[in-house]
């Protein structure tokens, strides 16, 4: 061969490439400065974040996989943690905030191996064993004894993580009286789950009920707005006049005739409300239209109607009372019917009223009218509730509670600490580097607290000895019994964390080549910086 070769080309034009240890250390800053974003938001003395969108729009929260959803960030690496943290979202909806936090002080115990000359497969494996480590430690510290005051301290920890300043324990109490009616199993069907939100006052009058809300009001003041044992219908089909302009053209030329015409479009409809009438029904769910003749009707007849009802209200009811949606109502039969025991309108706000269908058929369903003064504080809440509801979920699962507040993640790190010992070579240091992420933990919550970290993680690392159940409440400052100050969190969520961070640690650390396609610019704007 010549010397004249062509270079060869495998890339397209403008695709740049980082490789080896700058591919590796680019990514884990993407991480540790994606987790120190969120690292502040930890726990309940936990920042706020301002997020501002393109278009102006503002939102306050300190919630991870919020604050996630809006950054967005640029980068590979750290857009593999926002995903690690979503899917812990999907799965267990808490602890989003730990997973990136715990990535990042795994990524920056990883950089000080690597600068240490350790190498990543060492590391990957001494990471590995400590994972196994610390779940067989969370077991061993994990309370069995899931009885509703167990699952309420659980409810009340999650929440509190989320910000609510204000007595969230009533809630708390409220929201697991009613999962507790509707698990099976110990599973909680979050389908059956239905959160609105009003804001405009006070968060202590969220309303939490078994059953459905349908966000409604009874057509017309005449009807009844309280039906014991009622009998349901869900219509498809609208109680209107039928449209006949693209059938036939009506010519009416005498008065007669006109009357004649309007006496038989008015019997169609009452012959409609009769259908109901006759089978029993006393409350209607209609997804289209109610003209104001067959209102006349069924006001008539003393059933209580909302119209326009939505289809995924529709379905939820269906699901609760039994009852069948039907398309054309000359197909309804009683058996179509659905029953409930109490169906009420009730004023939610301020000349809003909805529709409450209560005592169903088939338990199962449950409605959350989430309150707040603001915006803000709605959507916080409504936040915190999500995050109550995957903890509660989480502990009836696999029936096991572990103290919170950092004492969880300080008996993890000294048993793996321990275990270690029991290693030689340079694996053990990678084990070591576990253990010391993990106490990162207790010492942002803590730092968050305005605590003086150095003196409380002196004092935490003392009463560990003495009890596994020892952490730090932040809201007194204090190290003490978790379970005596009720601050419990589920096992399940601890070790979703353990498992996710692990993982996408391991994912980040074994890219050592990043190629990059060139972005294409969108018309008239500018091309994103390539870091976050
Ligand atoms: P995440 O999104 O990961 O759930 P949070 O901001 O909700 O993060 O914070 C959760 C952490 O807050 C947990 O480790 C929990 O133990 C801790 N926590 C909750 N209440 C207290 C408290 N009173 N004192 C100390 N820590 C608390
Ligand atoms: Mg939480």
Known sequence: MENNQRPVIIMPEGT????????????????????????????????DKMLVNTIGDVKITNDGSTILKEIEPDHPAAQMIVDASKEQETNVEDGTTTVVVLTGELLKQAEKLLDEGISTSTILKGFKDATIKAKEVLNDISITDIKKENLVKIATTSMKGKGPKYDIEQIAEKLV??????EKDGNINKDQIKLR???????????????VVVDKN???????????????????????????????KIKITDPEELETYVKQEENLQKEEVDILANAGVNVLFCQKKISDISQHFLTKAGILSAK????????????????????????????????????????????????????CKNPGTISIIVKGTTKVVTDQLEQAINDAIGAVSATLRNKKAIPGGGASDMAMAKQIKEYANTIGGKKQMAIIGFAQALEELPKALAHNAGLNTIDIMVQLKAAQTKSTNMGINVLTGNVSDMLEESILESTEVKDHILDSASEVTEQILRIDDVLAAQKQAPVGGDVGSPMM
């Open 308 to 359: 326009r009802v939505k289809n995924k209200d529709l379905e939820r009811l269906s699901q609760a009372t039994g009852a069948e949606i039907v398309n054309n109502i000359h197909e309804l039969t009683e058996d179509d019917l659905g029953t409930a025991g109490h169906v009420y309108e009730k004023e939610v706000f301020e000349d809003t009223e909805y529709i409450f269908i209560e005592e």
């Open 197 to 211: 939100k009003i804001h405009g006052e006070s968060m202590e009058s969220t309303e939490i009920t078994e059953g």
């Open 218 to 248: 009874v057509l017309e003041s005449e009807m009844p707005k309280d039906v014991k044992n009622a009998k349901i219908a869900l219509l498809q089909y609208p109680l209107d006049v039928k449209d006949l302009s693209n059938k036939a």
């Open 16 to 47: 740049t490439r980082e490789v080896g240890s700058q591919a590796k250390s680019n990514n884990i800053m993407a991480g540790k400065i994606l987790a120190d974003v969120l690292k502040t938001t930890l726990g309940p003395r936990g920042m």
């Open 177 to 182: 009286e009613e999962l507790l009616k509707v």
